[in-house]
Nanobody, 122 residues
């Protein structure tokens, strides 16, 4: 059984930085893409970033200058470094792995974590 567990979310102030982690268990994903999505209150889940098995990265235009996705295949883990946090970054952040189509489409992903909440407020 595949399990994804996100961590690192918390209450922060504008301008702070966070590093989110997502550990996958149950199988190795070294040859699959891994991604982060987020869902703000009252909004649909949106693509944030993805990283292929060969570490090619893709970002949403709204975060590409502040977010960095990376992965450690030895630890079956994907990370999201978030800098210069803004109130509009407040959301539950989800990791997803093993897409069968467009990396930016949440419906393409076969496995999801339960999410980690990030709240940006002064």
């Amino acid at each position: 059984q595949v399990t994804l567990v996100e961590s690192g979310g918390r209450l922060v102030e504008p301008g702070d930085s966070l590093r989110l982690s997502c550990v996958a268990s149950g199988r190795a994903f070294r040859h699959q893409a891994m991604a982060w999505f987020r869902q703000a209150p009252g909004k649909e889940r949106e693509f944030v970033a993805a990283i292929t098995w060969s570490t090619i990265t893709f970002y949403s235009d709204s975060v590409k200058d502040r977010f960095t996705i990376s992965r450690d295949n030895n630890k079956n883990t994907v990370f999201l470094q978030i800098n210069s946090l803004k109130p509009e970054d407040t959301a539950v952040y989800y990791c997803a792995v093993d897409p069968s189509g467009n990396y930016r489409n949440p419906e393409a992903y076969n496995y999801w974590g339960q999410g980690t909440r990030v709240t940006v407020s002064s």
